[in-house]
């Protein structure tokens, strides 16, 4: 029974790399072809000169009509500690989200990361049997597809609120309005529309973001149940089967490595920008009094909790990473046989394993100087909010 055990195993091992590149974006890859910032077929190979001239040019204008939109906020000329000082705020934090957002998509897009990351990926499942993986997905597409929805319509009602509404009152009960300036800083009219602009990329960014992290963490786990099972069944005895873990845990920290190359720049943009929208997003629904509208209380809070989840989503994923990496070497210390083994084979590729997990700089980084562990997440969500009550009581106490 063991033999035919050891048999199937070592079929399912020696299967040939050569497989279909699994589609990481799924039905959001859609999404991201027809985005105007899919840069991955610019080349006169494939589409020619003129079409790749005219992707690039529309690129390019959206970005720098993006970019011009965040300067136009951050130059806004309003009292510190007011009203209209917390809705600029947030507005240029999230506006900067977007902007951000943008570029990292044309970066991905461009430097063809995603077609060299799903080949990656395809050379490491040809080592899997057959899995239900994509039936699993579905459930995370949902939860994308809603928390896109959400994030969008945030900035459909804030980009609204100029037009339909006041946002500053005197009496509290001041009526709907219909009436929009049309000039520069409302870039002419088109503001609403460049808002909602910055929502989709914002959450296309993220959606391609969290989805690249799921599918890394899946192959994690799913050598971790492998190494598991097969420490159970007594298989990592053999030198055959327990090097070709060795060889996957290699495969698996080097696409690590290669994710983080491309997404450490994406985290601490957009965990730096949600933290400080959570905490100005406090403010703005506790610190002004009785000036702010219920509307406003109600965007307010919307962008506060926006800010809450963009911490949780973006720092949750490298830090799942690391756990996996770490069950790694919980697994092979558990296991008395390959930690005490006689056998010089097997205890060296036990000390590779632990070592390879332990020492391998597969950590990201938060702005390049904090790592980002399982505790992080919960470090900045202390800060955050301690930050804009601290903004609360200034306000409180007349100091500004």
């Known amino acids: 029974m063991d033999e035919s055990r050891d048999l199937n195993f070592n079929a399912t091992i020696k299967l040939p790399l050569k497989a279909t590149n699994p589609k990481i974006l799924g039905p959001f890859e859609v999404v991201l072809r027809c985005c105007a910032l899919d840069l991955s077929h610019c080349s006169g190979r494939k589409d020619g000169w003129t079409q790749s001239i005219i992707r690039i040019v529309v690129c390019a204008a959206i970005c720098l009509t993006m970019l011009l939109v965040c300067i136009i906020l951050a130059m806004e000329d309003s009292k510190p500690m007011t009203l209209e000082w917390a809705v600029g705020c ?60 959400v994030l969008i319509t945030t900035w459909f009602l804030s980009a609204m609120k100029g037009i339909l509404y006041e946002g500053v009152q005197s009496t509290g009960s001041a009526p709907f309005t219909i009436g929009y300036p049309v000039n520069l800083s409302t870039m002419y009219g088109a503001a609403p529309l460049i808002y909602l602009a910055f929502g989709i990329y914002s959450s296309l960014a993220l959606i391609v973001y969290t989805l690249i992290f799921t599918n890394i963490n899946r192959e994690w786990t799913s050598f971790n149940d492998d190494l598991v099972e097969s420490a159970r069944l007594q298989q990592l005895r053999i030198p055959a089967i327990f090097e070709n873990y060795l060889s996957r845990q290699s495969e698996l920290i080097r696409l690590v490595k290669f994710v983080n190359q491309h997404m450490t720049t994406f ?60 069950r790694t070497v919980q697994v092979l210390l558990a296991d008395d046989f390959c930690h005490h083994s006689a056998d ?29 562990d399982q505790h992080f997440g919960h470090k900045v969500l202390v800060i955050a909010p301690n930050l804009g009550t601290l903004l609360v009581l200034i306000k409180k106490m007349g100091l500004i």
């Not at 933290?275 to 000036?291: C, H, I, N, Q, R």
């Not at 962008?303 to 949750?316: K, S, Y």
């Open 90 to 149: 947030v507005m240029c934090f999230m506006a900067m989200h977007g902007f951000g957002s943008a570029l990292c998509i044309v970066s991905w897009t461009r430097s063809g990361f995603l077609g060299r990351l799903e080949e990656s990926l395809a050379g490491v499942r040809a080592q899997l049997g057959p899995s239900d993986g994509n039936r699993k997905m579905l459930g995370v597409y949902g939860r994308m597809a809603v928390g896109a929805l």
């Open 344 to 372: 010089d084979q097997i205890w060296k590729i036990t000390q590779n394993m632990v070592d390879r997990a332990r020492y391998s700089s597969t950590m990201m980084y938060f702005l390049q100087a904090f790592a980002i």
């Open 267 to 326: 985290v601490s943009m957009s965990a730096a920008l949600a933290a400080l929208t959570s905490a100005v997003g406090l403010y703005w629904m506790t610190g002004v009094g009785d000036e702010v509208s219920i509307l406003m209380r109600v965007i307010s809070c919307l962008w506060m909790n926006t800010g809450i989840v963009l911490i949780l989503t973006t720092l949750q994923q490298p830090a799942q990473t690391q756990l996996q990496i770490d």
